[in-house]
Nanobody
């Protein structure tokens, strides 16, 4: 399985970006999907996750109410709509798959990390 994240860029505080993650997996819908981020000098952290059919979503407290995760199984894509961006959202954002039945927030539960896409929020 290969995952390719895109959509990052430079945006001013208060602005919006939409990240996309395209999967090459033949059966995309059998995986829960997650977004994580890693800021310079910091550990990778959970941002959001979505269940196989999109019925359930989960968010880190730091992004709740500002970010929305969604998926399109027909297009094998998971997206992250980011609104009201803050400088502290600056990071490389990664998508990954979780093959378990339940949705997890832990990094160790995810596989096939893509290359990531850089989001920079200026103040």
């Amino acid at each position: 399985v290969q995952l390719q994240a895109s959509g990052g860029g430079l945006v001013q505080a208060g602005g919006s970006l939409r990240l996309s993650c395209k999967a090459s997996a033949l059966i995309f819908s059998i995986y829960n999907m997650g977004w994580f981020r890693q800021a310079p000098g910091k550990e990778r952290e959970f941002v959001a996750a979505i269940s196989r059919m999109g019925a359930s979503t989960y968010y880190a407290d730091s992004v709740k109410g500002r970010f929305t995760i969604s998926r399109d199984n027909a297009k094998k894509t998971v997206s992250l709509q980011m609104n009201s961006l803050k400088p502290e959202d600056t990071a490389v954002y990664y998508c990954a798959r979780d093959p378990a039945l339940e949705v997890h927030r832990g990094i160790a539960d995810y596989e096939d990390w893509g290359q990531g896409t850089l989001v920079t929020v200026s103040s």
